[in-house]
């Protein structure tokens, strides 16, 4: 065993031979979007995202399934489970199988086993002073996932969450895996907080650039008008003595807000941005420089205006 359950890893990372570790991952929920194809898009690519995470290339997948035949249409799983495929094959892993329950309250998700060299995994921990923190999707899912409950946003919004939640890190993490990327994780359930907190440990600090965070703009009127997630003042209780310095309004909401099928953070060489900046615009996705690690105050994040 190489990465098991201490730490806050993305995966956990067992040893085959010399050249080959696999990487599994397990992530299911119940439903974010109305939509049953989106929303197996949607359950697979975060899924995935880990083994993405952790520097490894996913192979097969088994589906989990919560379903209740007697309350719902059948059509409808038919349809969650061709997403979910769809999202599997364009990772180029192979479905493999799954398992399913009977269950009121639907549930959707993928076990992914990913393989990597034992000495090219990426941990969650490792960044150096000086590393570049970048960030591949914008910050405020959980925000927006709210209000879509409420019914406070239109088509055009809920069309373009869901397809930045179905995108796939392959890309992101094929560039961060090319170059000397030193930590990595994706922004999940604790919010960019949560997860930059686990990327410092106690070894190094970081200082945020809060006008540079990316982010749906629907955020900016929906949270002064309260459509946030519990989870995003749970993560607030948690994490709040991280962050030191100030933040207002929505952007501090967008700090602990909890994302779904969010973007990777990496902690990248000072050196090799360019070359990211280059690759990133050849395989056509977006990214963000949000800030740079240091050495002091360890285990902190320190808002900084950006230089
Ligand atoms: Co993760
Ligand atoms: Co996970």
């Not at 960019?192 to 070894?203: C, N």
């Not at 991280?242 to 501090?252: H, P």
């Amino acid at each position: 065993m190489i990465v098991g359950i201490e730490g806050f890893e993305d995966a956990g990372v067992y040893r085959i031979t010399d050249e080959i570790a696999i990487v599994q991952t397990v992530d299911f929920f119940t439903p974010v979007v109305d939509d049953p194809y989106w929303f197996g898009q949607i359950a697979a690519a975060n899924a995935l995202s880990d083994i993405y995470a952790m520097g490894a290339v996913p192979k097969t997948a088994l589906n989990i399934v919560g379903f209740s035949p007697r309350l719902y249409d059948i059509a409808i799983l038919k349809e969650i489970l061709r997403g979910g495929i769809e999202k599997v094959a364009e990772a180029r892993a192979s479905l493999l199988g799954g398992h399913s329950v009977d269950d009121e309250e639907m549930k959707y998700g993928l076990c992914v086993t990913g393989i990597v060299h034992p000495d090219r995994i990426l941990r969650n921990v490792g960044a150096v002073p000086g590393d570049v923190l970048i960030i591949t999707k914008p910050l405020g899912t959980g925000i927006l996932n709210t209000a879509i409950k409420g019914d406070m946003v239109n088509e055009e919004s809920v069309k373009n969450l869901i397809r930045v939640m179905a995108t796939l890190n392959d890309k992101p993490a094929q560039v961060m895996c090319s170059l000397r990327t030193h930590a990595a994780t994706d922004v999940t359930g604790f919010g960019l907080v949560g997860h930059l907190s686990e990327m410092l440990g106690k070894q190094v600090g970081v200082e945020l650039y809060i006008e540079r965070l990316p982010y749906f703009e629907e955020v900016v009127t929906l949270s002064p008008s309260g459509f946030v997630p519990a989870g995003l003042f749970r993560n607030q209780d948690y994490y709040a003595d991280r962050v030191l310095g100030e933040a207002e309004g929505f952007r501090k909401d967008i700090l602990f807000d909890p994302q779904t099928s969010g973007g990777l953070i990496i902690a990248l060489h000072p050196d090799d941005l360019t070359a990211f900046e280059r690759e990133a615009s050849r395989l056509g996705f977006p990214f963000w420089v949000i800030g740079r690690f240091k050495e002091e105050p360890k285990g902190k994040i320190e808002i900084a205006a950006a230089p």
